[in-house]
Every structure is written in C-alpha cells, then in structure tokens.
C-alpha cells in the first residue's frame, strides 16, 4: 500500500488541535509534566477524538513516512503534538517492524523526555513489538545498559501485558541490575513490573522481594501493593 505524505498527518494534527487549545487547563497541564513543554490545554479525550476524525480518511503510513511524521510532530513545541505522534504510532501498531523498535522508537524515547511520552511509546510500540520479535530482547539489554534513564526504563517495562508469557528470567535479572538504583523512575519501573507478575506468580515476586533487602522503597511498595491485592471474589 502506498503511504499518505507524513505531511498530511502532521497538517491534519495541527488543524485539528489549534482550535481546541486552552489555555486555562495549559497552564496547569504544564505544571503537572513539570515543565518539559508547553501545551495548547487539550485532553486527552478531546485530542484523540479530533485526531480519529483528522486522520479518517488518509492512508496508513508506510514505516519511513511514519517516522518522519513522528519526527516532525515532536519538533512541534507544544506536547500535544507528541502525543499525536504516539496516537500515530499506535495507529499503526500491528504493522510494525522490529527495525522500527530501533529507529526511530530509540530516538523518540530520548527526545523530548518525559514519563508521559516513554509509557506511551512503550505501549504503542515496544511491548506489542518486542512481544512478535523475541530478538528484540538484545536491543533491550543494550537499552538497559545505555546509562539512559528513559532506555533503562523502557528496557524493564518491555514485557508489560505479557501475562504468563512474561520471560521471568529476563524481567528478574533486569530489575535486579538496578534493584538499588534510587532513581525514581526506574524504581517505578521495576516496581510495575513486579506488581504485573504478581497477578499470576505472586511466590516469584515474594522470592525476588526476599533475595533483594535492599530494593527501592518505591519498587518494594510498587510490588507490596499486587501482592496485598485483595483476590477477585
């Protein structure tokens, strides 16, 4: 199929977004992200209804226009339009590639940082991706490795909404490179981790909590929390 121009998508996106701004929720939305840019003031239910009209009628993306138009629409100040980049990834999830995961997902995860675009190019692209390319799992430990809180971050969450088929191995040995580390949001991370496991191995969490006194407060709360959740009746 041949793509639509990555500038249809990213004029659409503005045309769709300009009119919603305002700038009384912008002010405080900024405050919440702690400044990392600033923000027409339109929320996410709003923005991604607009977005789902914008777009309706063009062609999917093939994968080089896809990253252009993630490139262009993070180059944009406000950070809405960082999130139409992820809406724009998670379009077109099911279609893409392992070499995508490399580039241009490393590069968008390190510009522009912030919680909010990592965790959201995490589930747009890198779980759904590294779940249908197991080779993946060598670009992750190279993300784990990278000194790059974002990487780090997005390597350990990697195998999020996996269920059963979580590696164990892999997620236990990740969380345990960093299982001191303070840094809130890798601590965060491996805390979400292990809660996710203890929805089906709580014994595997309780031991990695056992062999690691010196977790993170923040992991070890995290992890608490799935372990003391009440059962489903």
Avoid: N
């Amino acid at each position: 199929m041949t793509g639509a121009p990555a500038e249809a998508y990213v004029d659409a996106a503005v045309a769709a977004l300009e009119p919603l701004a305002d700038p009384g929720k912008a002010a405080p939305m900024r405050r919440y992200l702690k400044d990392v840019a600033p923000f027409l003031g339109v929320t996410t239910p709003d923005r991604r209804a607009a977005l789902k009209t914008a777009w309706s009628d063009l062609a999917d993306l093939g994968e080089p226009e896809l990253g252009r138009a993630c490139d262009e629409l993070w180059a944009l100040p406000e950070r809405e339009y960082q999130y139409a980049g992820c809406d724009l990834v998670d379009r077109h999830r099911r279609r893409l590639s392992a070499a995508f995961v490399a580039d241009p997902i490393e590069r968008l995860l390190t510009t522009k940082p912030w919680w909010d675009t990592v965790d959201s190019l995490e589930s747009a692209a890198i779980c759904p991706v590294t779940a249908r390319h197991p080779e993946l799992v060598d670009l992750m430990w190279q993300w784990l490795d990278s000194g790059d809180r974002w990487l780090i971050r997005a390597a350990i969450q990697h195998q999020r909404g996996r269920k059963e088929a979580t590696d164990l191995a892999v997620l236990f040995t990740m969380c345990d490179r960093y299982a001191e580390d303070r840094e809130f949001f890798i601590a965060k991370a491996i805390g979400w981790a292990l809660r996710d496991v203890t929805r089906w191995d709580p014994a595997a969490v309780q031991s990695f909590l056992d062999q690691h006194p010196t977790l993170s407060p923040v992991a070890r709360r995290e992890a608490i929390r799935g372990l003391t959740r009440p059962s489903p009746p």
